[in-house]
């Protein structure tokens, strides 16, 4: 079934018109090729239709690219994305479903859904561009952001201690749970394939640092490690290996496990 919007011509690299805003070097820039290079193998590849993908993007800096893809995109509102993203999956269980949100999005005004979400494993694939800041509204501290981080909201360092957002995913019932470095294009590249291709709730939390308001890119490039390996099965296992050791920041498919989806259960 062909599922295109008419009012959308698509072309080779889903490239748009669109003047990309963000900041010259932003890392958002890096999870866009990435994507779309994903999505072009995929689609070379017949494992996906490229007139078939539905992207809901939630409100932040993040939230750009839905104007910088040429396919379906739909924008949310603030914390909305994944609940946009279930609904669409539900209405059209043919349609593969994307859902980009920031860590403000998904973790502070959204993480409701993103619970929910993962509780029922929607067939949704919710990639999180996580960087440890509301840079839209010029910086202020989200759930991740690192004790003690300066910003307009929190002038003398924040008090609060940041979550882990991997380790609430496997609880809560992801049937995929990974995480990637925005600056690592080509890992990120093969993490959103295997997503894509999930099927069940799929959870890829992408570190992206702000150069502009938090600029953590040192910091994670001297951490980010890529331990060999199948993604575990079972939640423990994949604790082990998200918890490597405590000075390093491991990346990969932690957890993948197959159990029946939501849609196909109502
Ligand atoms: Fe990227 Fe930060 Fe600039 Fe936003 S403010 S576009 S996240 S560098």
Not at 122 to 141: E, P, R, Y
Not at 198 to 217: E, M, N, S, Y
Not at 244 to 260: D, L, N, T, W
Request: some cysteine; hydrophobic content about 40%.
């Amino acid at each position: 079934m062909d599922l295109r919007c008419p009012y959308i011509e698509m072309n080779e690299n889903l490239s748009t018109k669109a003047k990309i805003t963000w900041c010259p070097g932003c890392p958002n820039n890096q999870i866009l090729v990435a994507f779309r290079q994903a999505v072009s193998e995929l689609a070379a590849e017949n494992k996906i239709k490229t007139e078939n993908i539905v992207a809901a993007a939630g409100i932040g800096c993040h939230g750009k690219i839905a104007e910088y893809l040429n396919m379906n995109t739909y924008t949310s509102l603030h914390g909305r994305a994944i609940a946009s993203a279930t609904g669409i999956k539900i209405a059209n269980p043919n349609l593969t479903v994307v859902s980009f949100v920031g860590d403000g999005d998904a973790y502070a005004e959204g993480l409701e859904h993103l619970i929910h979400a993962a509780r029922r494993n929607s067939d949704i694939k919710v990639f999180v561009h996580d960087n440890q800041m509301f840079a839209l509204t010029t910086g202020q501290t989200t759930p991740t952001s690192p004790k003690g981080t300066k910003g307009k909201s929190t002038p003398s360092g924040s008090v609060e201690e940041p979550f882990e957002p991997l380790g609430l995913m496997l609880a809560a019932g992801a049937s995929f749970v990974a995480r990637t470095f925005a600056a690592e294009i080509q890992k990120t590249k093969e993490i959103i394939k295997a997503a894509m291709l999930h099927k069940g709730f799929a959870f890829v939390g992408i570190i992206q640092p702000c150069i502009t308001f938090l600029d953590t890119r040192d910091y994670f490039k001297e951490r980010v490690v890529w331990p060999e390996g199948e993604p575990a099965k079972t939640i423990e296992e994949a604790m082990r290996k998200i918890k490597v050791a405590a000075e390093k920041v491991p990346c990969g498919i932690f957890y993948k496990v197959s159990r029946p989806t939501f849609e196909e259960k109502i």
